[in-house]
C-alpha cells in the first residue's frame, strides 16, 4: 500500500514538471501594431544639385598679351562696357603704327604711278597724232600705248597695295582694341583667372579670363534625377531644398527645365532637371550643394498605412504562401488576418491606401513580439520526507 502511494506521488511530480517545461516553451506569440491613420502624405524624389547662376558669361581675349593691369577683382560689380583689364599694348601700337605707315607709303605710290600714268597717256595720244601725219612709225605708237597700258595695270595694283594696307592696319587696330577687355554684360564678376603679369595667349583657343554672373538675385540648381525617378518630374513642380550653409533652413523653387541629355555617373543614367530658385537675400552663393526634394504628388486626409504594415508577414519559413495581390495583416481575435489592399503615393513612411476592405484605427501589424523560451513557474521539488 505504501508503495502504491509513493509511486503515485513520483507520477504526479513528473506530470507536474512536464506541464511547467511545455508551458514554459510554448509561449504566445504578440503582435506589435499600428492603426491606419487619416492623415496628408508628399511624395517627393530627392536629389544632390549644384547652386549656379542662371546666365554667366566667360570674358576672354582674341589676343596674346602680359596683363599690364586689372580693374576689378573676385565679386566686385560691373557695368556692360567697363574696362576689366589692360594687356600690355606696346607691340600693337607699334604694329598699328607701321601699318599706318605703310598705307600712307601706298597711297604715295598710287600718286606718283597715276602721275607717271598721266604724262604716258599724253605721250601717247600725241604719237597717234603724228602716226597719223606719217611723222614716226607705227612701233613708235604701239609703245607708247603699251606703255601707258602698263600705267593702268600699276595704278589697279596700287589701289589694290592701299586695300591690303588698310585691312592689315584695321586688323592691327582691332587687336589693339582687343588689350582693353571689357564686361560684355551687366553682372558680378565670380571668377578671376590671371593675375598682372600673367601673360596670356590666344593661339589656339580663348583663354578665359573672367567669369561675369548677370544677376545672382535669380539662380538655378542643377540636379542630377535618376532614370528610375525622371517620368515622375514635370514642369513647375514645386521643390524644397536644404544648404549645407543654412542646415536649420528650408528654401522652396520651382522645375525649369528637363534636361534631354543623359549623364552617366557610376554606372547610374541621370538627367539634369534645372530649378529656378530666388536669392534676393543673396545666401546662396554659386558651388553650393543643394539637398532637393522635388514634390511629385500631394494629397490630404487620405487613409495611410505605416510602410512597416506593408513589409510584415507572419510567415517566415519557405513553405509560407505566395501572394500575388498586395495586402496587409491586421489583428483579429489576437490572430493575423491579411486583407487585400491598393496602394497609392508613399512618402517614405507611410503609404495611402486606394482600395481595400479597412478603416481608420484599425489595427495593423507591423511587427511579432516572440517571449523568450523559458519556465514561467518553478516546478515542484521532487523529493520524499
Known amino acids: 500500500m505504501k508503495k502504491t502511494i509513493?509511486?503515485?506521488?513520483?507520477?504526479?511530480?513528473?506530470?507536474?514538471?512536464?506541464?511547467?517545461?511545455?508551458?514554459?516553451?510554448?509561449?504566445?506569440?504578440?503582435?506589435?501594431?499600428?492603426?491606419?491613420?487619416?492623415?496628408?502624405?508628399?511624395?517627393?524624389?530627392?536629389?544632390?544639385?549644384?547652386?549656379?547662376?542662371?546666365?554667366?558669361?566667360?570674358?576672354?581675349?582674341?589676343?596674346?598679351?602680359?596683363?599690364?593691369?586689372?580693374?576689378?577683382d573676385f565679386n566686385s560689380p560691373v557695368k556692360k562696357g567697363?574696362?576689366?583689364?589692360?594687356?600690355?599694348?606696346?607691340?600693337?601700337?607699334?604694329?598699328?603704327?607701321?601699318?599706318?605707315?605703310?598705307l600712307y607709303n601706298a597711297q604715295a605710290n598710287l600718286q606718283k604711278i597715276k602721275s607717271i600714268r598721266a604724262n604716258d597717256e599724253k605721250t601717247y595720244n600725241r604719237n597717234k597724232s603724228l602716226y597719223e601725219r606719217n611723222f614716226i612709225s607705227r612701233s613708235e605708237v604701239d609703245l607708247a600705248e603699251a606703255t601707258y597700258n602698263s600705267d593702268n595695270a600699276q595704278v589697279a595694283s596700287a589701289h589694290a597695295q592701299i586695300a591690303q594696307a588698310s585691312a592689315a592696319l584695321r586688323n592691327n587696330q582691332t587687336l589693339l582694341r582687343y588689350t582693353r577687355i571689357i564686361s560684355p554684360v551687366d553682372g558680378i564678376v565670380v571668377t578671376r583667372n590671371v593675375d598682372v603679369g600673367q601673360t596670356v595667349a590666344a593661339s589656339f583657343q580663348t583663354?578665359?579670363?573672367?567669369?561675369?554672373?548677370?544677376?545672382?538675385?535669380?539662380?538655378?540648381?542643377d540636379t542630377n534625377v535618376a532614370e528610375a525617378d525622371?517620368?515622375?518630374?514635370?514642369?513647375?513642380?514645386?521643390?524644397?531644398?536644404?544648404?549645407?550653409?543654412?542646415?536649420?533652413?528650408?528654401f522652396k523653387g520651382k522645375v525649369r527645365q528637363i534636361r534631354i541629355t543623359p549623364t552617366t555617373l557610376?554606372?547610374?543614367?541621370?538627367?539634369?532637371?534645372?530649378?529656378?530658385?530666388?536669392?534676393?537675400?543673396?545666401?546662396?552663393?554659386?558651388?553650393?550643394?543643394?539637398?532637393?526634394?522635388?514634390?511629385t504628388s500631394k494629397k490630404k486626409n487620405i487613409l495611410m498605412v505605416s510602410n512597416a504594415g506593408l513589409r510584415f508577414t507572419p510567415n517566415t519559413d519557405e513553405d509560407?504562401?505566395?501572394?500575388?495581390?498586395?495586402?496587409?495583416?491586421?489583428?483579429?481575435?489576437?490572430?493575423?488576418?491579411?486583407?487585400?489592399?491598393?496602394?497609392?503615393v508613399s512618402d517614405g513612411a507611410y503609404t495611402e491606401i486606394v482600395s481595400g476592405k479597412l478603416n481608420e484605427a484599425q489595427k495593423v501589424i507591423i511587427n511579432k513580439i516572440e517571449k523568450s523560451k523559458k519556465l514561467k513557474g518553478r516546478p515542484p521539488r521532487m523529493g520524499m520526507h
Open 230 to 250: 525622371i517620368g515622375k518630374v514635370q514642369l513647375n513642380q514645386d521643390v524644397e531644398y536644404t544648404l549645407d550653409g543654412y542646415p536649420d533652413m528650408t
Open 82 to 102: 567697363q574696362l576689366l583689364a589692360q594687356l600690355d599694348p606696346s607691340i600693337l601700337e607699334t604694329q598699328v603704327e607701321q601699318g599706318r605707315a605703310n
Open 320 to 344: 509560407a504562401p505566395k501572394y500575388k495581390e498586395q495586402g496587409i495583416w491586421i489583428l483579429k481575435d489576437e490572430k493575423p488576418e491579411r486583407v487585400k489592399i491598393k496602394t497609392g
Open 207 to 221: 583663354p578665359t579670363l573672367f567669369l561675369v554672373a548677370q544677376d545672382l538675385t535669380k539662380m538655378q540648381i
Open 266 to 295: 557610376q554606372n547610374v543614367v541621370t538627367y539634369d532637371v534645372v530649378v529656378n530658385v530666388d536669392n534676393k537675400d543673396l545666401k546662396l552663393k554659386p558651388g553650393m550643394t543643394a539637398n532637393v526634394s522635388i514634390i
Open 6 to 72: 509513493i509511486s503515485i506521488i513520483i507520477l504526479i511530480l513528473i506530470s507536474s514538471l512536464v506541464f511547467f517545461i511545455i508551458k514554459g516553451m510554448k509561449s504566445p506569440v504578440k503582435y506589435k501594431t499600428e492603426p491606419i491613420i487619416k492623415g496628408d502624405i508628399t511624395e517627393s524624389i530627392t536629389a544632390s544639385g549644384t547652386v549656379n547662376p542662371v546666365t554667366s558669361v566667360s570674358v576672354g581675349t582674341q589676343t596674346s598679351g602680359v596683363i599690364k593691369q586689372l580693374y576689378v
